[in-house]
T-cell receptor, first 114, second 111 residues
Protein backbone atom coordinates (compact mmCIF):
# COMPACT_ATOMS: atom_id res chain seq x y z
CA UNK A 1 0.00 0.00 0.00
CA UNK A 2 1.60 3.23 -1.23
CA UNK A 3 -0.61 5.49 0.86
CA UNK A 4 -2.11 7.15 -2.20
CA UNK A 5 -5.86 6.61 -2.36
CA UNK A 6 -7.91 6.78 -5.53
CA UNK A 7 -11.65 6.53 -6.01
CA UNK A 8 -13.54 5.08 -7.71
CA UNK A 9 -11.60 1.91 -8.55
CA UNK A 10 -13.83 1.09 -11.48
CA UNK A 11 -16.17 3.24 -13.52
CA UNK A 12 -18.27 2.51 -16.58
CA UNK A 13 -19.92 5.39 -18.37
CA UNK A 14 -21.30 6.32 -21.76
CA UNK A 15 -19.78 8.46 -24.47
CA UNK A 16 -20.44 12.15 -24.04
CA UNK A 17 -20.65 11.92 -20.28
CA UNK A 18 -18.49 13.55 -17.63
CA UNK A 19 -16.74 11.85 -14.72
CA UNK A 20 -14.60 12.94 -11.78
CA UNK A 21 -11.75 10.90 -10.41
CA UNK A 22 -10.50 11.62 -6.92
CA UNK A 23 -7.08 11.23 -5.35
CA UNK A 24 -5.79 11.64 -1.80
CA UNK A 25 -1.99 11.85 -1.65
CA UNK A 26 0.22 10.25 0.96
CA UNK A 27 0.27 12.10 4.23
CA UNK A 28 2.76 14.96 3.97
CA UNK A 29 3.06 14.89 0.19
CA UNK A 30 2.45 18.21 -1.51
CA UNK A 31 2.70 17.16 -5.15
CA UNK A 32 0.02 15.25 -7.00
CA UNK A 33 0.42 13.86 -10.50
CA UNK A 34 -2.10 12.36 -12.89
CA UNK A 35 -1.20 9.73 -15.45
CA UNK A 36 -3.22 7.90 -18.07
CA UNK A 37 -2.31 4.38 -19.05
CA UNK A 38 -3.77 2.72 -22.10
CA UNK A 39 -2.59 -0.47 -23.79
CA UNK A 40 -1.07 1.18 -26.80
CA UNK A 41 0.28 4.39 -25.26
CA UNK A 42 1.87 3.30 -22.03
CA UNK A 43 1.92 5.60 -19.02
CA UNK A 44 1.25 9.16 -20.18
CA UNK A 45 1.83 12.13 -17.90
CA UNK A 46 -1.19 14.43 -17.79
CA UNK A 47 -0.65 17.11 -15.18
CA UNK A 48 1.05 17.91 -11.86
CA UNK A 49 -0.03 20.08 -8.97
CA UNK A 50 2.11 21.27 -6.12
CA UNK A 51 0.52 22.71 -3.00
CA UNK A 52 -2.58 23.75 -4.89
CA UNK A 53 -0.95 25.20 -7.96
CA UNK A 54 -0.42 23.70 -11.38
CA UNK A 55 3.29 22.88 -11.83
CA UNK A 56 3.67 20.93 -15.04
CA UNK A 57 1.45 19.94 -17.90
CA UNK A 58 1.82 16.96 -20.18
CA UNK A 59 -0.43 15.46 -22.80
CA UNK A 60 -3.68 16.52 -21.21
CA UNK A 61 -6.63 17.06 -23.53
CA UNK A 62 -8.68 20.25 -23.33
CA UNK A 63 -11.68 18.10 -22.37
CA UNK A 64 -9.80 17.14 -19.20
CA UNK A 65 -9.11 19.37 -16.25
CA UNK A 66 -7.76 18.93 -12.76
CA UNK A 67 -7.37 20.79 -9.53
CA UNK A 68 -5.79 20.38 -6.14
CA UNK A 69 -7.72 21.53 -3.11
CA UNK A 70 -6.48 23.16 0.13
CA UNK A 71 -6.52 19.78 1.87
CA UNK A 72 -4.21 18.59 -0.96
CA UNK A 73 -6.57 16.06 -2.44
CA UNK A 74 -6.96 16.31 -6.19
CA UNK A 75 -9.67 15.68 -8.73
CA UNK A 76 -9.37 14.90 -12.42
CA UNK A 77 -12.42 15.85 -14.46
CA UNK A 78 -12.99 14.14 -17.78
CA UNK A 79 -15.76 15.50 -19.98
CA UNK A 80 -17.33 14.75 -23.36
CA UNK A 81 -15.97 11.27 -22.97
CA UNK A 82 -14.96 9.26 -26.00
CA UNK A 83 -14.31 5.54 -26.41
CA UNK A 84 -10.59 6.27 -26.63
CA UNK A 85 -10.61 7.72 -23.13
CA UNK A 86 -11.04 4.23 -21.72
CA UNK A 87 -7.89 3.68 -19.69
CA UNK A 88 -6.41 3.23 -16.27
CA UNK A 89 -5.91 6.60 -14.62
CA UNK A 90 -3.24 6.78 -11.96
CA UNK A 91 -2.66 9.41 -9.37
CA UNK A 92 0.76 9.69 -7.76
CA UNK A 93 2.23 11.88 -5.08
CA UNK A 94 5.60 13.02 -3.81
CA UNK A 95 6.90 15.12 -0.97
CA UNK A 96 8.06 18.11 -2.94
CA UNK A 97 8.90 19.41 -6.34
CA UNK A 98 12.67 19.12 -6.28
CA UNK A 99 14.52 16.50 -8.28
CA UNK A 100 15.03 13.04 -6.94
CA UNK A 101 11.76 12.75 -5.11
CA UNK A 102 10.34 9.31 -5.62
CA UNK A 103 6.73 9.40 -6.65
CA UNK A 104 4.30 6.85 -5.29
CA UNK A 105 1.34 5.63 -7.28
CA UNK A 106 -2.16 4.86 -6.21
CA UNK A 107 -3.96 1.71 -7.35
CA UNK A 108 -5.61 3.53 -10.22
CA UNK A 109 -9.13 4.14 -11.48
CA UNK A 110 -10.30 1.95 -14.32
CA UNK A 111 -12.47 3.97 -16.68
CA UNK A 112 -14.47 2.21 -19.36
CA UNK A 113 -16.38 4.36 -21.85
CA UNK A 114 -19.09 2.49 -23.75
CA UNK B 1 9.45 15.99 -27.98
CA UNK B 2 10.54 13.44 -25.45
CA UNK B 3 11.66 10.02 -26.58
CA UNK B 4 12.25 7.06 -24.29
CA UNK B 5 12.81 3.67 -25.91
CA UNK B 6 12.73 0.20 -24.40
CA UNK B 7 12.25 -3.24 -25.92
CA UNK B 8 8.60 -4.25 -25.91
CA UNK B 9 9.05 -7.79 -24.63
CA UNK B 10 11.71 -10.04 -23.18
CA UNK B 11 11.70 -13.63 -21.97
CA UNK B 12 14.00 -15.40 -19.55
CA UNK B 13 14.12 -18.48 -17.33
CA UNK B 14 14.15 -18.78 -13.57
CA UNK B 15 17.56 -18.26 -12.03
CA UNK B 16 18.91 -16.42 -15.06
CA UNK B 17 20.09 -12.83 -15.43
CA UNK B 18 18.34 -10.37 -17.71
CA UNK B 19 19.26 -6.84 -18.79
CA UNK B 20 16.57 -4.40 -19.87
CA UNK B 21 17.88 -1.45 -21.84
CA UNK B 22 16.51 2.06 -22.05
CA UNK B 23 17.63 4.90 -24.27
CA UNK B 24 16.33 8.42 -23.95
CA UNK B 25 16.35 11.72 -25.79
CA UNK B 26 14.67 14.36 -23.70
CA UNK B 27 14.64 18.15 -23.45
CA UNK B 28 15.97 17.95 -19.92
CA UNK B 29 17.37 15.39 -17.56
CA UNK B 30 17.26 15.31 -13.81
CA UNK B 31 17.54 11.60 -13.18
CA UNK B 32 16.29 8.24 -14.37
CA UNK B 33 13.89 5.92 -12.57
CA UNK B 34 12.94 2.30 -13.00
CA UNK B 35 9.53 1.07 -11.93
CA UNK B 36 8.01 -2.40 -11.86
CA UNK B 37 4.36 -2.85 -12.76
CA UNK B 38 2.35 -6.05 -12.53
CA UNK B 39 -0.65 -6.19 -14.83
CA UNK B 40 -3.49 -3.99 -13.63
CA UNK B 41 -1.55 -2.78 -10.61
CA UNK B 42 0.25 0.41 -9.65
CA UNK B 43 3.86 0.93 -10.70
CA UNK B 44 6.26 0.46 -7.80
CA UNK B 45 9.62 2.17 -7.46
CA UNK B 46 12.75 0.08 -8.09
CA UNK B 47 15.69 2.42 -8.54
CA UNK B 48 16.90 5.94 -9.24
CA UNK B 49 20.10 7.07 -10.99
CA UNK B 50 21.17 10.67 -11.39
CA UNK B 51 24.95 10.19 -11.71
CA UNK B 52 26.76 7.91 -14.13
CA UNK B 53 27.44 4.45 -12.85
CA UNK B 54 25.87 1.43 -11.28
CA UNK B 55 23.42 1.41 -8.38
CA UNK B 56 22.94 -1.99 -6.76
CA UNK B 57 19.94 -2.97 -4.69
CA UNK B 58 19.73 -6.65 -3.87
CA UNK B 59 18.90 -8.66 -6.98
CA UNK B 60 18.31 -5.49 -8.99
CA UNK B 61 20.93 -3.08 -10.33
CA UNK B 62 20.57 -0.04 -12.54
CA UNK B 63 23.18 1.66 -14.66
CA UNK B 64 23.25 5.13 -16.19
CA UNK B 65 25.38 6.81 -18.84
CA UNK B 66 24.22 10.39 -19.27
CA UNK B 67 26.56 11.11 -22.18
CA UNK B 68 25.04 8.20 -24.10
CA UNK B 69 21.47 8.75 -22.99
CA UNK B 70 21.40 5.14 -21.87
CA UNK B 71 20.37 3.11 -18.87
CA UNK B 72 19.81 -0.52 -18.09
CA UNK B 73 18.12 -2.50 -15.37
CA UNK B 74 19.81 -5.77 -14.45
CA UNK B 75 17.79 -8.46 -12.74
CA UNK B 76 19.67 -11.40 -11.24
CA UNK B 77 18.48 -14.78 -9.97
CA UNK B 78 15.19 -14.35 -11.73
CA UNK B 79 12.05 -15.58 -10.02
CA UNK B 80 8.60 -16.23 -11.45
CA UNK B 81 7.28 -13.24 -9.52
CA UNK B 82 9.60 -10.98 -11.54
CA UNK B 83 7.26 -11.45 -14.51
CA UNK B 84 6.00 -7.90 -14.93
CA UNK B 85 6.37 -4.76 -16.98
CA UNK B 86 9.48 -2.66 -16.28
CA UNK B 87 9.14 1.03 -16.92
CA UNK B 88 12.01 3.39 -17.57
CA UNK B 89 11.22 7.01 -16.69
CA UNK B 90 13.13 10.28 -17.02
CA UNK B 91 12.77 13.14 -14.58
CA UNK B 92 12.72 16.32 -16.62
CA UNK B 93 14.16 19.69 -15.71
CA UNK B 94 10.87 21.51 -15.51
CA UNK B 95 9.21 23.61 -12.87
CA UNK B 96 7.64 20.46 -11.55
CA UNK B 97 9.07 17.00 -11.17
CA UNK B 98 7.09 15.22 -13.84
CA UNK B 99 8.30 11.76 -14.69
CA UNK B 100 8.05 10.85 -18.36
CA UNK B 101 7.75 7.10 -18.94
CA UNK B 102 8.77 4.80 -21.69
CA UNK B 103 6.17 2.29 -22.89
CA UNK B 104 7.66 -0.42 -20.72
CA UNK B 105 9.23 -3.81 -21.26
CA UNK B 106 7.11 -6.87 -20.50
CA UNK B 107 9.31 -9.55 -18.97
CA UNK B 108 8.10 -13.13 -18.89
CA UNK B 109 9.98 -15.53 -16.63
CA UNK B 110 9.45 -19.24 -17.22
CA UNK B 111 10.49 -22.27 -15.25
Amino acid sequence: DSGVTQTPKHLITATGQRVTLRCSPRSGDLSVYWYQQSLDQGLQFLIQYYNGEERAKGNILERFSAQQFPDLHSELNLSSLELGDSALYFCASSVGQTSGNTIYFGEGSWLTVV
Amino acid sequence: GQNIDQPTEMTATEGAIVQINCTYQTSGFNGLFWYQQHAGEAPTFLSYNVLDGLEEKGRFSSFLSRSKGYSYLLLKELQMKDSASYLCAVLLNQAGTALIFGKGTTLSVSS
